[in-house]
C-alpha cells in the first residue's frame, strides 16, 4: 500500500479532548518544550495519554520524539543514557526524579534484519521510524494514544479512541502473533481489562486459550514484576481468578494451587492495598502459599516450630529461585508463614512471650487477620491475638541484686625463721 493509500490518523484537536496540560507534570512538560523548541517531534505516549483521557491520575509519563538518543543527550545536560542495545534516554530531575524519553521506532524488513538469529530481537527493538510505525509496534489500541505538545491535539493511528469509548482492550495485530512475540501479553491484556473495567476483544480471548503455555517461557524477571504490579493496582485476586479460568495459571504460577480460599485472600490483600497500606513483595508471597503451607503444616502444639520452619521453605524457596528474589525477601516470607502457623496453634503455648516480642508479629497478624475473614471460625483467635498485641506487658519489679560477696585473702605465708 503506497503512502497516498495509507488510512490518515484521526487528530482530536483541543477543543475536542478533556486532556490538559495541568494534568501533566511539571518536569515532563519540560522536556516536551525544549524537544519542540528544538524542531523535534514531542509527544506524551502510552499510558498516560489513556489514563488523562479516562479522567484518571497518570501514574508517571513517558515522552515519544523523532530526536535519536545522542541528539537528546545534547539537548539535555541533566540527560543519560541507559541500555546497552535498546536505548533509552532518563533526564534526571530534582528529587531522583527520571522522565524517560524514547525514540520512535519501527519494525525491520526482512532484509534488514541481521545474519545471526540471536540478534533479530536486539536489533528489531532499535530500527528508529515514524510515529504511525512506532504506534503499530504497541501492544493494544488504548496504549497508542499521543498527545501532541506542538497543537496540544491527540493522535490516533490504531483506532484507540474508539475502544476507549466502547470500553474494550483490543491487540494492534493478531492476537496470536503478537502473543508469541511477547507472552506477557496475555497477562497484561487481563490486567488492563480488570483495572480499567473494560471487556476483552473476543480475539484476545481465544488467541490465549491457544496459546496459554507460552507464558511459562516468558522470562522470570518480567513475570515477576507483573505479579507485583497486580498487586500495586489491587486486581492480583480478579486477575488470578481469570487466570484460573482460563487454564492459564499453572503456567504462570507452577507452584501457586490457586484454590478459592487462596484466591479469596489476594482479594482481601487488594483491598488493604486500596485502603492505602503499601505491598510488601514478602507479603504478596507469603499470601500466596499460606494455603498451601497450612494444608501441608496444620496449626497444632504438637508440632514443633523447626518442622513448620522446614514446611515453609520447602514451599516458598522454588518460587523464589525461580524468581531470583533476594534472600531477605524470602526470609520475611518465610517468617510470614510460620508467624501466622504460631498464632493458629492458639494462646499459651511455650515461648509465646518471645513470640509477641518478635519484630515480624505484628505483620503475621496482619495476614492472620485477612486470612481470618476467609476462614470465620478463625476469627475469635485473631481478635484475642490484636487484642494481646496491643495491651502493654505487665511491668515486672526489678530484682534486687545480692551484694557480691568478696572474697578473704589469705594471709601470706610468713618466712621462716632461720
Not at 74 to 86: A, E, I, K, M, Y
Not at 250 to 256: D, K, S, V
Not at 350 to 373: I, V
Amino acid at each position: 500500500m503506497s503512502k497516498q493509500q495509507e488510512p490518515q490518523p484521526i487528530i482530536l484537536p483541543r477543543d475536542q479532548h478533556g486532556v490538559s496540560r495541568k494534568q501533566i507534570d511539571e518536569d515532563t512538560l519540560k522536556v516536551l518544550y525544549r524537544l519542540h523548541r528544538n524542531k523535534q517531534l514531542a509527544y506524551l505516549v502510552g499510558g498516560s495519554v489513556r489514563d488523562m483521557l479516562l479522567g484518571r491520575k497518570p501514574k508517571d509519563f513517558d515522552v515519544g520524539t523523532d530526536a535519536t538518543p545522542s541528539q537528546v543527550r545534547r539537548l539535555f545536560r541533566n540527560c543519560f543514557l541507559v541500555g546497552r542495545r535498546f536505548r533509552l534516554a532518563h533526564i534526571r530531575f530534582a528529587g531522583n526524579k527520571l522522565i524517560e524519553v524514547a525514540t520512535f521506532r519501527r519494525h525491520p524488513r526482512e532484509d534488514e534484519l541481521p545474519d545471526d538469529p540471536d540478534e533479530h530481537f536486539h536489533f528489531v527493538q532499535n530500527v528508529f521510524g515514524s510515529p504511525r510505525e512506532d504506534a503499530y509496534r504497541r501492544d493494544f489500541t488504548i496504549n497508542a494514544l499521543f498527545y501532541n505538545i506542538a497543537d496540544f491535539s491527540i493522535i490516533d493511528h490504531v483506532g484507540g479512541l474508539e475502544d476507549l469509548r466502547a470500553k474494550r482492550i483490543r491487540m494492534i495485530g493478531d492476537p496470536l502473533i503478537r502473543f508469541e512475540e511477547d507472552p506477557v501479553r496475555m497477562l497484561r491484556a487481563l490486567e488492563f481489562a480488570t483495572r480499567l473495567n473494560f471487556t476483552l476483544d473476543p480475539a484476545i480471548l481465544e488467541a490465549i486459550e491457544q496459546k496459554k503455555e507460552l507464558i511459562a517461557t516468558a522470562a522470570p524477571a518480567r513475570i515477576r514484576e507483573e505479579i507485583i504490579e497486580l498487586y500495586r493496582h489491587k486486581v492480583a485476586g480478579p486477575v488470578l481468578k481469570q487466570c484460573r479460568e482460563l487454564g492459564m495459571l499453572p503456567h504462570l504460577l507452577a507452584g501457586y494451587p490457586g484454590t478459592d480460599e487462596s484466591i479469596e485472600l489476594i482479594a482481601k490483600i487488594d483491598q488493604r492495598t486500596a485502603s492505602g497500606v503499601p505491598i510488601e513483595e514478602a507479603f504478596a508471597i507469603a499470601a500466596l502459599y499460606l494455603r498451601l503451607f497450612m494444608d501441608n503444616c496444620p496449626p497444632s502444639p504438637q508440632v514443633p516450630i523447626t518442622e513448620a520452619l522446614h514446611k515453609a521453605n520447602e514451599i516458598i524457596i522454588p518460587h523464589c529461585r525461580y524468581f531470583s528474589i533476594a534472600q531477605g525477601i524470602r526470609h520475611q516470607a518465610r517468617e510470614l508463614l510460620v508467624g501466622c502457623f504460631r498464632l493458629a496453634r492458639g494462646r499459651g503455648i511455650r515461648g509465646e512471650r518471645r513470640f509477641l516480642q518478635h519484630p515480624f508479629t505484628p505483620n503475621a497478624l496482619e495476614l492472620f487477620k485477612l486470612w481470618a475473614e476467609v476462614r470465620p471460625d478463625l476469627e475469635p483467635l485473631a481478635k484475642e491475638w490484636q487484642k494481646t498485641l496491643k495491651t502493654p506487658p505487665a511491668q515486672k519489679e526489678p530484682t534486687r541484686k545480692r551484694p557480691r560477696r568478696r572474697r578473704k585473702r589469705k594471709p601470706s605465708p610468713q618466712p621462716k625463721s632461720s
